[in-house]
C-alpha cells in the first residue's frame, strides 16, 4: 500500500488494529506510543508523525514499513519511462516505432 499523507497512515493504522482486534490502549502499551497519540494518528491529526513512531506503531500490529523515495520526473524521463513500460508489457510495438536499434 501506498501512503502519502498523515491521514491516509492514521487510517490504515486503524484498519490494522481493528483487524488485528485490538483496541487502541492495547496498541498505544504494545507500540509505547502515548494513547493520546494513537488517537490522533487514527484521525490524520498528527501532521508531524514520525517515522520511528510509524515503526512502532505497525511492529505492533506485525506489520512493517517499507520506504521508497522518488524524485518528480521531468516530461521527457516521464515520456521515456510511459515508452519503457508500453515496450516491456508488449503493448507497444518497439520495432515498429524505432525504439529498438
Same mark, same amino acid.
Given at each position: 500500500?501506498?501512503? %502519502?499523507?498523515?491521514?491516509?497512515?492514521?487510517?490504515? &493504522?486503524?484498519?490494522l488494529?481493528? $483487524?488485528?482486534?485490538?483496541?487502541?490502549?492495547? *496498541?498505544?502499551?504494545?507500540?509505547?506510543?502515548?494513547?493520546? %497519540?494513537?488517537?490522533?494518528?487514527?484521525?490524520?491529526?498528527?501532521?508531524? =508523525?514520525?517515522? !520511528?513512531?510509524?515503526?512502532? *506503531? $505497525?511492529?505492533? $500490529?506485525?506489520?512493517? $514499513?517499507?520506504?521508497? &523515495?522518488?524524485?518528480p520526473?521531468?516530461?521527457?524521463?516521464?515520456?521515456?519511462?510511459? =515508452?519503457?513500460? *508500453?515496450?516491456?508489457?508488449?503493448?507497444?510495438?518497439? !520495432?515498429?516505432?524505432?525504439? =529498438?536499434?
Amino acid at each position: 500500500m501506498q501512503i %502519502t499523507s498523515s491521514v491516509e497512515a492514521g487510517a490504515f &493504522v486503524k484498519s490494522l488494529r481493528e $483487524l488485528r482486534g485490538l483496541s487502541r490502549q492495547e *496498541l498505544s502499551s504494545s507500540s509505547g506510543i502515548p494513547l493520546r %497519540t494513537v488517537y490522533a494518528v487514527e484521525k490524520g491529526e498528527l501532521n508531524n =508523525l514520525s517515522v !520511528d513512531r510509524l515503526i512502532a *506503531l $505497525l511492529a505492533a $500490529l506485525d506489520a512493517r $514499513l517499507d520506504v521508497r &523515495v522518488t524524485t518528480p520526473e521531468t516530461a521527457e524521463e516521464a515520456e521515456t519511462n510511459r =515508452l519503457v513500460k *508500453l515496450a516491456a508489457t508488449g503493448t507497444l510495438d518497439a !520495432d515498429r516505432w524505432g525504439l =529498438l536499434s
